[in-house]
Every structure is written in C-alpha cells, then in structure tokens.
C-alpha cells in the first residue's frame, strides 16, 4: 500500500471541518474593514456633536447676555459674569456639562475676549468679546 493514499483517505473519514489559513485570513481582512468604517462613522458623529454643542452655546450665550443686561442695566463684559449669581439674582448663563471658562483669558483687560472651551480641549470654543462703549458683547464659537 501507497502512504500518501492512505493519508488522502484518513482524511475523508474524519470529515476535514476546520478553516484555511486562507480563509482566516480574509474573515480578518474582512473586520479590519468594518471596524475602519464604524470608526470614521462615530468621528462624524462626534463632529457633528460638537457642531450642535457649539451652536446650542452660542444662542444661549446671546440670550444670556440680554437677560443679563435686563438684571444689570448694562452687558456683561466677561463669560463670568454671566455664568455667576448675584444676591437675589440667578446667574443668567449656565455652563453646560463638562465646560469651564479658561482662567487665563477672564483676567484679560477690557476689551479683551473671554473664553469657554470644553475641558478635553478639542470639541469647541465659545469666545465672548465685550462690546465698546457698552454695547452688546459678541460671541464666536469654532468647533
């Protein structure tokens, strides 16, 4: 008897059920695939996120400084201003979830910029600068 048809024949009675290295390594290449698809997804989202965090902060920044400006007879001319209570007056700005206001610009002089970023540094920035002659403040946000 032949060895190599005896192996040919072994392997049909145990009925050949694994995979192929070629086989595996498609599967492979395969979810390699729709995990970089799933990953560029969720960054779209993330920016798109932070797009609406920024716009939502900005027209409540502007709506702020009103009430502000109805409580005090003049607009604020920092970000903390608005975002601190007075006695018997609730603070017309609330920062959202997650946002400080960066120290180093608050102690800016006058006119200088105020700014609120998102602690991770990398969603948006909400920049206030007071207006002149006291007018109305303007707002920026750059997600």
């Keep these: 008897m032949n060895n190599n048809h005896h192996a040919g024949d072994h392997r049909k009675q145990r009925g050949d059920k694994g995979f192929t290295l070629i086989e595996i390594l498609i599967a492979i290449v395969l979810v390699g695939i729709l995990s970089a698809v799933a990953v560029v997804g969720i960054s779209n989202l993330t920016s798109k996120g932070a797009k609406s965090a920024c716009s939502a902060s900005l027209d409540a920044a502007k709506a702020a400084s009103v009430v502000y400006f109805t409580s005090n007879g003049a607009y604020p001319t920092t970000l903390t201003q608005m975002t601190t209570a007075q006695p018997n007056v609730p603070a017309p700005f609330s920062l959202p979830s997650g946002v400080t206001i960066n120290a180093a610009a608050v102690g800016a002089p006058y006119p200088a910029a105020a ?29």
């Design 115 to 143: 700014n609120m970023q998102a602690k991770s540094g990398t969603s948006w920035y909400l920049t206030m600068t007071a207006g002149a002659g006291g007018a109305a403040p303007t707002f920026v946000c750059q997600p």
